[in-house]
């Protein structure tokens, strides 16, 4: 090896080195789809050579990687269970209020489980360069803050408004209201609509920050981790990665530290279907019907007419129905093939599925678009039911709702969708607009990890409103400076004709005497 050869070799390999950032990844929902989003990210970070620690209730498997350190907090999906946390937020919508206490409770529980998890509190010691934290539950705020370090927050779907609030994004409740109101028409919304999506954003912002963010600030206080308020946390965000689409969501005016990495991070590589599906695919000459509710959505959240009524409609169509459910169906027909878990990416690749049944989450979704399969959506909670609104308004699909779902219903909508060919042609056209994309969504997270790591934050991107005071950010002053002027300049105005109509009538009054010729006639 040739002297310069060797300084390069060194040279490159201290670089590389020195690129090696410490990567902490904090995703705690115990949902499926939260988690595989982001198993992509950590998978490459850790590729490129960063030292990176995943807190995850999913952790990815067989990771051989010697640098990617996961700490699986399992014990999450437990806790949700035993709170029925699913049950309970697919409750009655009219009950908003009992969801918000709930929601409070789990946010503070939460933040306990993080804190006593013993692999967690090993890590107290160590530095880290940078932090990837899940923007929805509030509880990950406390330990972010004892590390003292830039930060990004993520979202498998649109992100809580209080870090769009946070990052200084605009959140105009009539052109983006939140997602988990359970909206009609998103793009159009009813008056009853907009006066609800108005108080829940400002009551959603306020209640966190002053109804929830001090008792999770005595929680964190007393847990032995270094404390920053954790308003100062969460104002401290560098940058939101959020999974948002124009095909599903509302166009959001962003700054440049929002970056959408919406179309399909958690795409897989194809594999090779189990033989007995492809067989049970391949046969089907008259097509598939794929029917799952997602990971979330277990068999005990279904009412027993629910489960007749789909039983009931697949053994009146012609057509075979792959079904995922983590239950027996009893009364399942021939044509139906029931499974716990299916590779469901692979099935939607394949060109005898012509209609994708689905509760409505965003992954399930990007799924069945890349691939052109128009849907038919039963949503449950947060997200799902705007999604399947949305997708029923773009054309390409129908909604039932779960509470009246009956099998006449189910086969009829299943009839329309599979025999009107104007589904299809929408899902094919939705699907070529989803997969025209600029640059893979994973390349833009690495590429803009590696920025926010490069430059230990990234305060030249934030938004000049952020602490700025309401009154300033609404004009008031000056909108309240230009009202008086424009009425002090009407008063002049006014006083300025009306003296000029008094000197005019006192003219005319001196010159013609037209007044007292007139009492005269009248006197006459
Ligand atoms: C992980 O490894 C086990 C045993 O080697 C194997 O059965 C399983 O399919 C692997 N899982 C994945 C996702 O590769
Ligand atoms: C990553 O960081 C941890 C904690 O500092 C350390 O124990 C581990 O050896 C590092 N791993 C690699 C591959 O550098
Ligand atoms: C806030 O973020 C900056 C980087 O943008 C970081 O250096 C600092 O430590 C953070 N402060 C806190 C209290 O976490």
């Given at each position: 090896m040739r002297f310069y050869e060797y300084i390069l070799l060194c040279l490159s390999s201290w670089i590389c080195n020195s690129n090696g950032a410490k990567i902490l990844g904090i995703i705690p929902t115990a949902s499926y789809s939260h988690q595989i989003t982001f198993h992509p990210l950590w998978r490459e970070l850790a590729a490129r050579g960063h030292n990176v620690t995943v807190i995850t209730t999913d952790p990815l498997a067989n990771?051989?990687?010697?640098n990617l350190r996961q700490i699986d907090i399992g014990e999450v999906h437990e806790f949700f269970q035993r709170v029925r946390f699913y049950e309970i937020i697919s409750?009655?919508?009219?009950y908003f209020w009992n969801i918000a206490l709930f929601l409070r409770q789990v946010t503070l529980d939460l933040a306990r489980i993080l804190i006593n998890n013993e692999e967690i509190a090993k890590l107290k010691g160590e530095s880290f360069d940078l932090i990837i934290g899940e923007a929805h539950f509030p509880s990950i705020l406390g330990l972010i803050g004892h590390f003292r370090c830039p930060w990004i927050g993520v979202s498998s779907?649109?992100?809580?408004i209080q870090y769009n609030v946070a990052i200084g994004n605009p959140t105009h409740p009539i052109l983006n209201p939140d997602y988990n109101l359970p909206l009609e028409n998103l793009e159009d919304l009813s008056f009853t609509e907009r006066v609800a999506s108005l108080v829940y954003r400002v009551g959603l912002v306020y209640t966190i920050n002053v109804y929830l963010f001090p008792t999770l600030d005595g929680i964190y206080k007393e847990s032995g981790l270094r404390h920053v308020p954790l308003i100062q946390v969460q104002n401290n965000i560098s940058m939101l990665f959020v999974t948002t689409h124009p095909i599903f969501h509302n166009l959001r005016p962003v700054f440049p530290n929002t970056i959408s990495i919406g179309t399909g991070m958690h795409f897989q590589q194809s594999k090779p279907l189990p033989n007995d599906l492809q067989k049970f695919l391949d046969e089907a000459e008259r097509g598939v019907i794929y029917f799952s509710l997602g990971s979330?959505?277990?068999?005990?959240?279904?009412?027993e007419s629910f489960k007749k009524a789909i039983t009931g409609a697949f053994a009146e169509i012609p057509y075979k129905v792959l079904l995922k459910m983590d239950d027996v169906l009893v009364d399942a027909s021939e044509n139906v093939l029931v499974r716990k878990w299916m590779p469901q990416q692979d099935i939607l690749r394949?060109?005898?599925?012509?209609?994708f049944i689905t509760q409505g989450g965003l992954q399930s979704l990007q799924e069945s678009v890349v691939n052109g399969i128009p849907l038919i959506g039963i949503p449950f909670f947060g997200d799902q039911i705007t999604n399947v609104n949305k997708m029923v308004k773009k054309g390409y699909g129908l909604k039932i709702n779960r509470r009246t779902i009956t099998k006449d219903i189910l086969v009829s909508a299943i009839k329309e969708v599979m025999d009107n060919p104007k589904y299809r042609e929408t899902a094919e056209l939705m699907g070529e607009i989803f997969r025209d994309e600029e640059i893979p969504s994973l390349q833009r997270a690495v590429y803009w990890t590696e920025y926010v790591i490069r430059h230990k934050g990234a305060k030249h991107l934030r938004s000049p409103s952020l602490g700025m005071p309401a009154w300033k950010f609404y004009m008031l002053d000056v909108l309240g400076f230009l009202f008086v002027t424009c009425l002090l300049v009407l008063m002049v105005f006014y006083y300025c004709v009306k003296m000029f109509c008094r000197l005019v009538r006192r003219l005319c009054c001196n010159g013609g005497r037209p007044r007292s010729n007139r009492s005269k006639i009248k006197r006459n």
């Open positions: 990771s051989t990687a010697p409750g009655d919508p009219t779907m649109e992100s809580g979330n959505v277990k068999a005990n959240l279904l009412t394949h060109k005898n599925v012509k209609l």
